[in-house]
C-alpha cells in the first residue's frame, strides 16, 4: 500500500530549488514516527536533497536516468511506475515522500495521505497537488503545537481515499 506524506503551504507549495521553505521539528518528528521501519518511495532530486540514507528506511528513488547509482544497500533505483507496483499490491505501508512529480504520479496509486498543512503562504517553484475532496476523506485533524521551536501555525491532517 502506497501512502503519502507531505508537508504544505497554504497556496500548495512544497518547496523551492529543491528545499523546504520552513523548519517545523514537530513535523520532522512526526515524518521520523510515520517512516522509520517502512519504506520511502522519492525521486532523485529529493533524494539528493536529504543529503544522506535515512536509518532504518529502504529508500526507493525513481529517477529517469538509466546510469544513476548509489552504492549504499538500503537504497533501490528504478526507473518505471511498474517498478513501484510491488510497493502498490503490498500489504505493509509504504510512504511516498516527494518531491512534485512523485506526487503527481502516484498519488492516485494511494490509499493514504498524511498531510502537514502550514497556515502561511510561500513562494516557492515545487506545488503539491490539489487534493481532489471527492476522492479523499479527512480521517483525523490536529491542531500543532505553536512554540519557540515551531513558530509557524500548522495542522496535522490525515486522509484515506473513499
Known amino acids: 500500500m502506497l501512502s503519502i506524506i507531505v508537508a504544505v503551504a497554504s497556496n500548495n507549495v512544497i518547496g523551492k530549488d529543491n528545499k523546504l521553505l520552513w ?3 514537530e513535523d520532522l518528528k512526526r515524518f521520523k514516527t510515520l ?4 519504506t520511502i518511495i522519492m525521486g532523485r532530486k529529493t533524494f539528493e536533497a536529504l543529503g544522506h540514507v535515512l536509518p532504518n528506511r529502504k529508500h526507493i528513488v ?3 536516468n538509466p546510469d544513476y547509482k548509489v552504492d549504499d544497500e538500503n537504497v533501490e533505483i528504478v526507473h518505471s511506475v511498474s517498478e513501484i507496483q510491488k510497493y502498490v499490491d503490498d500489504d505493509n505501508e509504504n510512504f511516498v515522500i516527494g518531491g512534485a512529480i512523485i506526487y503527481r504520479m502516484l498519488m492516485d496509486y494511494c490509499q493514504k495521505m498524511y498531510v502537514t498543512r502550514i497556515a502561511k503562504s510561500f513562494e516557492g517553484d515545487a506545488f503539491f497537488p490539489k487534493i481532489d475532496e471527492a476522492k479523499w476523506k479527512v480521517v483525523s ?3 500543532g503545537i505553536k512554540d519557540e521551536n515551531n513558530t509557524l501555525d500548522y495542522e496535522f491532517i490525515d486522509y484515506t481515499r473513499i
Request: glycine share 8%; hydrophobic share 15%; aromatic share 0%.
Open 35 to 38: 517512516t522509520t521501519g517502512h
Open 23 to 25: 523548519h517545523l521539528p
Open 62 to 64: 525513481l529517477t529517469h
Open 141 to 143: 485533524r490536529e491542531k
